[in-house]
């Protein structure tokens, strides 16, 4: 039998570190390091990403305006048996019948265009002092004479969210200088012409006012600060997992139009947060005021995407890549009985190893995790023997320090972040796809991440990336015409 320095069994009989060592007691050898002491976690702070835009276009129906200015000028108007005296002469008579295109709408980023043409027949008649009425008529023969109208809106969405328009008619006249488009009764000295494009000014500058009334009523301010505020509050992707999208500055990139509707590309600033927690509390702040857009920022999207590993899960994903592993050195062995992850503090994490073999007990490893960004894995490249576990080893194990141990869990003590990865954006994207309230639905997509780093927490492993894609509002219509009479505007026919 190999013979015991004193020292060795001092340490061996005393109940210390080592408390059975070959003759000492059984055949395997007890290793009762200390845990490792904890210390408090703190989070580090991680650079800040470039604002998120969002964007939101409001929508305006025009077909309200429209509507209002089909009935300042109706389909059809006058009638060709209904004479009107003239002022400047009660002798003289004329009467025409009009039938107007539907209107026409265009939109060049400022001004909102609306026209239409005129086509109508005229007669006039003279009561001279002796003998009968002689009359005359123009566009009875087939080729009526045409009148062209254009009113042009100059539209704006001010910093203070109102939508204002002014609107002007700069032209009601012939559609051509030729004769077709003229309606005079050349011999009577009386000028048809003249009294359409009179009857056709007056009601519009009639009713321009009120159309640019009735737009300025559309109430943008409410509606874009109830939306706003929508994003405040967090949104729930499951059991205590959140989206944030912080919303911040808004600016104008433009307005267009699609269809019958005015276009507001609104475009919402945000910084989006995916984490773990408690609910966020919700709030509600003050619209900011509209800016204008400086340069087109495009549609990119940044996310901070926070999610969480647990160390329960760290630990049973090492269990199944460790236990069961030996080591020999020396003739003796030992293997894996056990693996279990906790936080130490200061950014490091703890590996309690359960030895079995000719070391029984357990030996701790500590270390600070790094993501491997290319192969998306997490791994602790400085694992080694706590300094408990490591004072141990010298006193009596120095044969399993010379052993491939610690290098065997650094290769093998790694984290596959994949199925993780996967599920958090298959999270986000269901998150960024959803009916916030009625009538605004968030959308989203993401089209690539890149993770940043990992925090070791209290509940678990705090894994830190950054997501690029696109998110956008799809916001509801607030102004419309009744149904009915969007059925009266389609089945209008065009002369």
Known sequence: ???????????????????????????????????PATAAIATPAIRPLGGSVVDAPIRYALEPALAALETAVPMQFGDIARRITLASSTRQKIAFAATRTPFQVAFDGRQLTVSSTISYQGRGWYNPPIGPTVSSSCGTDGQKPRVRI??????????????????????????????????????????????????????????????????????????????????????????????????????????????????????LYAQPVLFVGAAPPSLHTALPPLDRAIRDVGDSAHLRVHTSLSYAAASNML?????????????????????????????????????????????????????????????????????????????????????????????????????????????????????????VRLTGHIVSGRLVDVIVEPSGLSVRAEATGTLGLQLDREIDVPRRQRGRRRSAATP
């Open 319 to 439: 269990s199944r890549q460790l236990l069961g592993r030996s080591v020999r050195r020396f003739g003796r062995s030992l293997r894996l009985s056990n693996v279990r992850v906790y936080p130490h503090g200061d950014g490091r994490l703890v590996l309690a190893v359960g030895v079995a073999g000719d070391i029984i007990g357990n030996a701790y490893f500590v270390g600070t995790p790094r993501l491997d960004t290319v192969t998306r894995t997490l791994t602790v490249p400085d694992l080694d023997f706590d300094v408990a576990t490591s004072d141990a080893l010298v006193r009596g194990l120095a044969w399993l320090k010379k052993a491939n141990l610690v290098t065997q869990l650094r290769q093998r003590a790694q984290l596959p972040l994949d199925s993780l990865i996967e599920t958090t954006r298959a999270q986000l994207d269901s998150a960024l796809n959803r009916t916030l309230a009625p009538g």
């Open 150 to 267: 254009v009113v042009v809106m100059d539209v704006a969405l001010t910093p203070e969210w109102v939508l204002k328009t002014r609107s002007r008619l700069p032209t009601v006249r012939p559609l051509t200088e030729t004769p077709r488009d003229a309606c005079r009764v050349t011999f009577l000295k009386i000028d048809v012409t003249d009294r359409v494009v009179g009857t056709v000014r007056t009601l519009l500058e009639r009713r321009l006012p009120m159309i640019d009334r009735q737009i300025a009523a559309f109430d943008v301010r409410s509606r874009m600060e109830r939306w706003y505020n929508v994003l405040n509050r967090g949104i729930r992707v499951r059991d205590s997992v959140w989206l944030m999208l912080t919303p911040k500055q808004l600016r104008l990139g433009g307005l267009r139009l699609d269809g019958e509707d005015l276009v507001a590309d609104v475009r």
């Open 1 to 35: 039998m190999r013979r015991l320095t004193p020292r060795v069994l001092t340490l061996c009989c005393s109940g210390g570190l080592l408390v059975a060592l070959m003759g000492c007691g059984p055949d395997s050898l007890s290793v009762p390091a200390p845990t």
